[in-house]
């Protein structure tokens, strides 16, 4: 099956302007996550979608980051407007439906996207 | 809070072992270990769970140790295709991982 794809894998964008990247999760995964790697530090998360829903976004950092998944298919994390801080890796992972309580929750990461803000 | 994990890097000859230890403050459903080389997507690894059970990959096992919060990831007889970032991640409710700042792993001929 195919991997976790995101696009694009390379951003360089001034301070103030507007990105969108975008993750394809393995097909038929309902969970959808976003983590970032800010550079020299650890992986960390962003939010989570259960299909179309926005399960948990307990670690967006502010309001200029909107994450969607229309459909529940593919994701974007768009960033309005980009500040120097937002610079580092971003990760999206997926995985199988949760059973109830706990999963055995194996997270599919894609390869990232690195983002460079000037 | 992030856990803990230990060393923070370790360099090893092909054919010797390691340990990296990842320590929690909270109590786990479960714990996920990757690893990342340079460029490339965190590779899942390894899998524990409450309750013991466990799923391995080649040559690399782990521990759970509930009482305590700390899970242990062996490398065994390290190949030189285990250098790289090795991250844990915990799980202590609602699916998200929250990940420890990794240790790099180096393994020379």
């Known amino acids: 099956e195919a991997g976790v794809t995101q696009f694009p894998s390379h951003s360089v964008i001034e301070k103030g302007q507007t990105v969108t990247l975008r993750c394809d999760p393995i097909?038929?995964?309902?969970?959808l996550y976003w983590y970032r790697r800010v550079m020299g530090k650890e992986i960390k998360f962003l939010l989570h979608?259960?299909?179309?829903?926005?399960?948990?976004e307990s670690g967006m950092p502010n309001n200029r980051f909107l994450a969607e998944r229309t459909g529940g298919t593919y994701s974007t994390l768009k960033v309005q407007p980009a500040e120097l801080e937002d610079s580092g890796v971003y990760f999206c992972?997926?995985?199988?439906?949760?059973?109830?309580?706990?999963?055995?929750?194996?997270?599919?990461f894609g390869p990232g996207t690195r983002l460079t803000v000037l | 809070q992030q856990p803990v994990q230990s060393p923070q890097a370790v360099i090893l000859r092909e054919g010797e072992d390691a340990v990296i230890n990842c320590s929690s403050s909270?109590?786990?459903?479960?714990v996920h270990w990757y690893r990342q080389k340079h460029g490339e997507a965190p590779v899942f690894l390894m899998i524990?769970?409450?309750?013991?059970e466990q799923k391995g990959h080649e040559k690399i096992s782990a521990s759970f140790n509930e009482k305590k919060q700390q899970s242990s990831l062996y490398l065994t007889a390290s190949q030189l295709s285990y250098s790289g970032t090795y991250f844990c991640?915990?799980?202590?409710?609602?699916?998200?991982?929250?990940f420890g700042g990794g240790t790099r792993v180096l393994v020379k001929p």
């Open positions: 992972a997926s995985s199988r439906r949760s059973s109830p309580g706990f999963s055995y929750n194996e997270q599919f």
């Open positions: 097909s038929g995964h309902d969970n």
């Open positions: 979608f259960v299909k179309e829903s926005k399960q948990d």
């Open positions: 909270k109590a786990l459903y479960s």
């Open positions: 524990l769970l409450k309750g013991g």
């Open positions: 991640g915990t799980e202590a409710a609602g699916n998200k991982l929250t």
